[in-house]
């Protein structure tokens, strides 16, 4: 077994893009669910339609901060019409609305009438629309090493997609930490234990909640744009799955806690790969192929949140008298 | 605003008079259903509300008196937690309309109800368990700049209001006795530590009016002295109270003022000394040992028990 490939590949999950763009979109998450009890089952959709936004103003031809705000702008827009309906209902029903709204962003973005526009099917690709972030890169062209990690400095899976990725990581736990401490936070926390507790002592519930959605729903449209600046803007790609694995991030990690998204992410990819590459080298191509060792690797990650939904419901950072699945 | 905000203004009487004050002021009403009231702070004119074909609140008419404390009783089912519901805004009515402190309120959404001034508890305590008592009791407080997304980002903006929101909480948590609790989680608390958290927790927005529904409801014996003390202390400081109780003794003990509902109507008004003798409550609430004190602790006995139980099987037979 070749351990320093096997190696080298877990450490690239750590501070791999996809990792980064994770945890931004569990940061989010975290926002819902772990602050206001909110159970969004459509993250993905956010994240699409934040990856959208900024790939069609870029080809529009708008610079790129103009892009980024064009797709926190349709997170915004997208929420609202969530939680319009929603919100003054309780707990479920935002959780079937949001799956079913992330499904019709999808199904609306890779619909054929609308290839002239989001790409249909095929999605748009990369090439398209990154070009104006990587043209705002201060390095220098050609690539660098260090330790295990060896990348270009500004193609498309560059150390520039990573600088700027953990970077929005390190802003979004520094917010998170000064919000989770503070008044705002609070009432966010009183919702989740109770509303009507929260609305008898005078606040509008609402408006809080409608905050959490859009801020959580804002984190989720830059996680998608971090996700699909080093590969391409493809909507299967970004389908229900994309929202369980976010899920499974947010839970791993520990809700209601700062650096729980961070560590869940991280966690994920690297035991993935781990699992995949391990497998890859010791099952022999007769009794298992490679496409099945990936399925499997899935298998074992859905084992894992199982056993974790039943041992440690907190996850690894939580704090059980605070917030925990009550699985009993 | 500061911390220092004034209290809602009272009269200039001293506490220890309050009651009797109050006595006088209510002399003259007449023990009737929606008997006008000398200070009325709360006025609702015909409000109902029907559950499908089942009426559930039919008030006519209805005031409460400033600075009094109110007794909402009736037998179950009487529709006083609905009347309540609908009062604080937790529940839409069919018709109807009421003002507090001459605002119309009706239809207004149960946050802005508590803003005007009229805040309520819930009959089955409503402690948010995974926050901590002080936490819970911050979360009552008004006028904090840091409940805004943006000002939360910026400690210096809210942190002096957060230190006079804690001192008050404080203050208040050791009037409760829970001061001791402050850092521990709310689940934690027995059942009569949560309806006294709840009710300091109500006095953080500093009401001009409290709602209490059934304060009693699943406290042990050694609590409800005390809390009977903190509703007659707001009282004194000039806080409206409203409270629907089934003790019996307990709303002889403190309340003002009596008003009786029965099948969403309400049957009868009066001191707790002389409503319980009134025909209409007697019918409808009372049945047939109309003439027991039902706050009679000899009651409880076995003896009482068996004779009543008795009673009531003759009188079934006879029917």
């Known amino acids: 077994m070749d351990w320093t490939r096997i190696l080298t590949n877990v450490a690239g999950e750590i501070i791999a893009p996809t990792t980064a763009a994770y945890a931004l979109a569990a940061i989010g998450l975290n926002v819902h669910?772990?602050?206001t009890g909110l159970l969004n089952f459509g993250q993905a959709g956010f994240m699409l339609i934040g990856a959208y936004g900024f790939a069609i103003a870029s080809m529009a031809g708008w610079p790129v901060w103009a892009s980024v705000l064009v797709a926190m702008a349709c997170a915004v827009v997208f929420a609202l019409i969530l939680g319009i309906p929603t919100l003054k209902l309780r707990?479920?029903?935002?959780s079937i609305v949001t799956i079913a709204a992330a499904e019709i962003v999808r199904l609306v973005g890779r619909s054929t009438s609308l290839t002239w526009l989001t790409g249909g099917n095929a999605g748009l690709a990369g090439d398209s629309f990154k070009g104006s972030f990587q043209e705002l890169s201060p390095l220098p062209d050609g690539n660098f090493g260090i330790g295990p990690w060896e990348y270009s400095n500004n193609l498309s899976n560059s150390w520039w997609v990573r600088i700027v990725g953990w970077a929005l990581v390190a802003l979004a736990c520094l917010t998170i930490w000064l919000w989770m401490r503070s008044p705002w936070g609070r009432v966010l926390k009183g919702i989740r234990e109770d509303e009507d507790a929260v609305r008898s002592l005078g606040k509008n519930v609402y408006s809080y909640k409608m905050q959490a959605l859009i801020l959580g729903g804002t984190f989720g449209a830059v996680a998608g744009i971090i996700y699909a600046l080093p590969r391409a803007v493809q909507p299967d790609s970004m389908g229900r799955p994309m929202t369980f694995y976010v899920w499974t991030i947010l839970l791993l990690g520990g809700a209601a806690t700062v650096f729980g998204p961070v560590l869940g992410s991280i966690l994920l990819w690297t035991t993935l790969m781990l699992i995949k590459t391990v497998l890859r080298d010791v099952v022999p191509t007769t009794v298992m192929r490679s496409e099945q060792i990936e399925m499997l690797g899935w298998v074992l990650v859905g084992l894992t949140l199982m056993l974790l939904v039943i041992f440690r419901p907190q996850g690894i950072l939580g704090d059980r008298k605070e917030l925990a699945i009550d699985v009993r | 605003m500061s911390a220092e905000t004034p209290a809602p203004t009272v009269p200039t009487?001293?506490?220890?008079?309050?009651?009797?004050?109050?006595?006088?002021?209510?002399?003259?009403?007449?023990?009737?259903?929606?008997?006008?009231?000398?200070?009325?702070?709360?006025v609702a004119e015909d409000v109902t509300r029907t559950f499908g074909g089942m009426t559930a609140v039919d008030v006519d008419h209805v005031e409460v008196q400033r600075g009094a404390i109110t007794a909402l009783i009736g037998p179950n089912g009487a529709g006083k937690t609905t009347l309540f519901n609908l009062l604080t805004g937790f529940d839409r009515p069919n018709t109807g309309t009421w003002s507090f402190e001459g605002r119309s309120l009706g239809r207004v959404p149960a946050g802005k109800v508590a803003r005007a001034g009229m805040v309520r508890t819930f009959q089955l305590t409503k402690a948010l368990s995974r926050m901590t008592v002080i936490e819970n009791m911050r979360l009552g407080a008004t006028h904090q700049p840091g409940e805004n997304l943006l000002t939360a980002l910026v400690p210096p903006l809210w942190r002096s209001r957060e230190a006079e929101i804690t001192a008050q909480a404080e203050e208040l948590l050791a009037r409760f006795k829970l001061l001791e609790k402050k850092d521990d989680f709310a689940g934690s608390l027995s059942g009569g530590q949560r309806k006294l958290l709840e009710m300091a927790r109500a006095l953080m927005t500093k009401p001009t009016m409290v709602m209490l529904d059934e304060p009693m409801a699943g406290v042990n014996p050694a609590l409800t002295q005390s809390l009977l003390g903190h509703i007659q202390a707001l009282r004194d400081e000039g806080t409206t109270v409203l409270f629907v109780e089934h003790d019996m003794h307990m709303v002889r003990h403190i309340s003002d003022w009596v008003v009786v509902m029965a099948e969403g109507r309400i049957v009868a008004e009066g001191p707790p000394e002389t409503v319980m003798q009134n025909q209409a409550v007697v019918d409808a609430y009372l049945g047939a040992h109309h003439d027991t004190d039902l706050g009679d602790d000899s009651l409880l006995t076995d003896d009482v028990a068996e004779q009543l139980e008795a009673e009531a099987l003759v009188e079934k037979e006879q029917r």
């Open chain 1, 33 to 35: 669910f772990g602050m």
């Open chain 1, 91 to 94: 707990g479920d029903y935002l």
């Open chain 2, 13 to 42: 009487v001293p506490a220890a008079s309050r009651k009797a004050q109050v006595a006088r002021d209510l002399a003259d009403v007449p023990h009737a259903p929606g008997a006008p009231k000398p200070d009325a702070i709360l």
